[in-house]
């Protein structure tokens, strides 16, 4: 028994201190993260490696684009059914980039496979991408993080960044044209989440009102205590009114924000840190815009949802980001990714009720923007662009379906376990 005591000890000494040691570097980074920005910022532009065009995309670059992150089978499964949407429903006739990290993620037989089924495609290699001026590897590339390096990388002075599972339900080549775009050089949109000063940290769960007074729990959201530490204002400081940005879908002209996008991905090469105030890259490009000087641009329309009814309760399985019009322009299926080896689930209802607001309940199988009908004010069949490009998204995946042995689509790998973590406050 002494021994097993002593052998426990020791294993709780271990753990005591390398959490120790990692809430040390949890101190340090938010005591420091501003000023190594802001030293970023001033080494690339005393040495002019933030200055556009870069000297490693003067023989490539295009005027205008689309790039895509996917790899492995879902993600590529998923870009695939994007692509035919764009290419052969949509009529769009952009160049396309897609990045992806390794052979693991797309064989050769897979590239070769996607880049003879759409036209004027380019998949591309993340890992063998050389090092950029002020950007010396620190970890492996992978996850988030692939999504700045695309922005930064990709051959385009114009693009429209689209996730694998955002189907667009109009040519991207319109947002060019939008006016805000026109003045800002950037748009990004709102997400389903309202950043809230409740939110304790992502991944927990507190409650907060709506602004039309109704209550609604369980919302998971952005720690602002972030922007404090960068030293930049709230956004959401009245009534909680502003969203979290949503980065399924992004517009640049890189011409106007290269640094912005530069520090984006100087910062994502810290995920450990900032993956304690967000999920993912969500508030990153926020905080690079805000930190370089330059104005971030959202979208001022929240975005609809879309999903089905079941026995009286709306289950949401994507959301509708909206133009500066307020009209549909994107479906974001957020909770129903098309797959090879699942049932597929059509939608069959859409709302902009603000009472499915993201929410996420534990014990609910998984399934996320819940409301019961008679709670919502706006509850109305799926119909138009909607319905027909559900339908088509349907109808790529069983395309794929016919043709997988052509496809070469990677083997699965397994989820890593995550890491344990040190709360910073």
Not at 32 to 53: C, E, K, M, N, V
Not at 286 to 293: L, T
Not at 305 to 312: I, L, R
Request: proline letters at 8%; a neutral charge.
């Amino acid at each position: 028994m002494t021994v097993i005591s002593v052998v426990l000890a020791g294993l709780a000494l271990v753990w005591l201190a390398a959490a120790a040691i990692r809430y040390r570097r949890m101190v340090d980074f938010r005591l420091h993260i501003r000023d190594r920005a802001d030293d970023f910022l001033a080494r690339g532009r005393s040495a002019g490696a933030l200055d556009y065009p870069p000297a490693w995309l003067r023989e490539e670059r295009r005027d205008r684009g689309i790039v895509m992150c996917a790899g492995g089978p879902s993600l590529l499964t998923q870009a695939w059914t994007n692509l035919d949407v764009l290419r052969n429903e949509l009529g769009c006739r952009l160049p396309v980039a897609l990045y992806y990290v390794g052979r693991d993620e797309m064989p050769e037989d897979c590239q070769r496979f996607f880049e003879e089924s759409f036209e004027d495609i380019r998949c591309i290699d993340a890992t063998k991408v050389p090092d950029r001026p002020l950007h010396p590897p620190a970890r492996a590339l992978g996850g988030f993080d692939t999504k700045p390096f695309a922005l930064m990388n990709a051959p385009f002075d114009e693009l429209v960044f689209i996730d694998a599972d955002s189907v667009p339900l109009r040519d991207p080549a319109r947002l060019f044209d939008s006016s805000l775009y026109a003045e800002h050089g950037n748009l990004f949109w709102p997400d389903a989440c309202m950043l809230s000063n409740l939110v304790l940290h992502p991944g927990e769960f507190s409650p907060y009102g709506l602004r039309d007074g109704r209550a609604r729990q369980f919302i998971q959201g952005v720690n602002p205590r972030i922007f404090d530490y960068m030293r930049l204002p709230r956004p959401s400081t009245r009534e909680r009114a502003s969203h979290e940005t949503e980065s399924g879908q992004i517009v640049l002209d890189r011409r106007r924000c290269f640094d912005a996008v530069q520090l984006a991905w100087f910062l994502s090469a810290r995920p450990e840190h900032f993956r304690l105030f967000f999920y993912g890259d969500t508030e990153m490009y926020r905080i690079a815009f805000g930190v370089a000087g330059r104005h971030f641009c959202q979208i001022p329309h929240p975005s609809h949802n879309a999903g089905v009814v079941q026995d009286g309760v709306f289950l949401g399985k994507a959301v509708i980001p909206r133009d500066e019009s307020g009209a549909p322009f994107f479906l974001h299926q957020m909770h129903r990714k098309p797959s090879l080896d699942a049932a597929w689930s059509s939608l069959t209802h859409v709302t902009s009720d603000p009472a499915v607001d993201h929410p996420r309940p534990r014990g609910a199988n998984g399934l996320s923007m819940l409301a019961r009908i008679d709670e919502l004010e706006d509850l109305r069949p799926l119909d138009g662009p909607l319905q027909k490009i559900d339908q088509r998204i349907r109808t790529s995946l069983e395309t794929l379906r016919s043709r997988r042995a052509d496809a070469h689509l990677p083997a699965p790998r397994p989820r890593p376990i995550l890491q344990r973590r040190i709360l910073p406050w």
